[in-house]
């Protein structure tokens, strides 16, 4: 079946730093990939969505300067966190669909610790 | 936006028994799909279930869906107390480039 690699799956970083976190499709082209944040004992919430060769668009709420995605490839997708802060510390996780499959295939996420 | 709903939010049951949670959604879908999440892990497809369908099961797990109540249910029967985890309902426009949409979870506790 499809599968989603995200890279990597914590980190901890100091206030200030920027993370990149990567979402690649394994097996299959993905044109659309969804990046979701969830906070502690939440719900995943849509940060934006990242199309293949085009800007991403992003959900009300979401700065678009302060999360860069990169959809450079049909296979990888990149959020970076840029200038990160505690309150940004949070479980990313990516999704693609593939076309021929009605499921999403999700990321196993990324544990981010800002200290 | 967050457009499902998850009934309870919180289920605590012991081992053996049923364990039902419910979900409510307020837009036409494709499909219907419920997920588990362990605490701080990435997520695992349980079980999905389409707008013409109306009853699934996989396993232990009985999926309903109510297209007319804008609803679902999912039961776990015979609980264990590995089946400890938060349940969440995702609905699914289906598309092209729709991502689901992500109810608020049940988180279910089984008790040995």
């Known amino acids: 079946g499809a599968v989603v690699s995200q890279h990597p799956s914590r980190v901890i970083c100091k206030s200030g730093t920027s993370v990149k976190i990567e979402c690649r499709s394994l097996?299959?082209?993905?044109?659309?990939m969804f990046w979701y944040r969830q906070f502690p004992k939440q719900s995943l919430m849509l940060m934006a969505t990242?199309?293949?060769?085009?800007?991403?668009?992003?959900e009300q709420g979401v700065e678009k300067d302060k999360f860069l995605i990169n959809h450079a490839s049909l296979t990888l997708s990149t959020l970076t966190v840029t200038s990160a802060h505690p309150e940004d510390s949070s479980f990313y996780i990516c999704?693609?669909?593939?076309?021929?499959?009605?499921?999403?295939?999700f990321g196993s996420g990324t544990q981010l610790s800002v200290l | 936006s967050q457009q499902g709903e998850e009934d309870p939010q919180a289920l605590s049951i012991q081992e053996g028994e049923n364990a039902t949670m419910n979900c409510s959604y307020k837009?036409?879908?494709?499909?219907l799909q419920w997920y588990r999440q362990n605490s701080g892990r990435g997520l695992v497809h349980l079980i999905l279930?389409?707008?013409?369908?109306r009853e699934k099961h996989s396993g232990r797990l009985r999926v309903t869906l109510d297209t007319s109540k804008k609803s679902s249910s999912l039961l776990i029967t015979a609980s264990r107390a590995a089946d400890t985890a938060s349940y969440f309902c995702?609905?699914?426009?289906?598309?092209?480039?729709?991502?689901?949409?992500f109810g608020k979870g049940t988180r279910l506790s089984v008790i040995a």
């Open positions: 999704s693609a669909r593939d076309r021929s499959n009605e499921k999403l295939f």
């Open positions: 097996d299959f082209q993905a044109t659309t």
């Open positions: 990242s199309n293949e060769g085009s800007k991403a668009t992003y």
């Open positions: 837009t036409s879908i494709n499909n």
């Open positions: 279930i389409r707008s013409n369908e």
């Open positions: 995702a609905t699914d426009a289906h598309s092209g480039n729709t991502p689901l949409v």
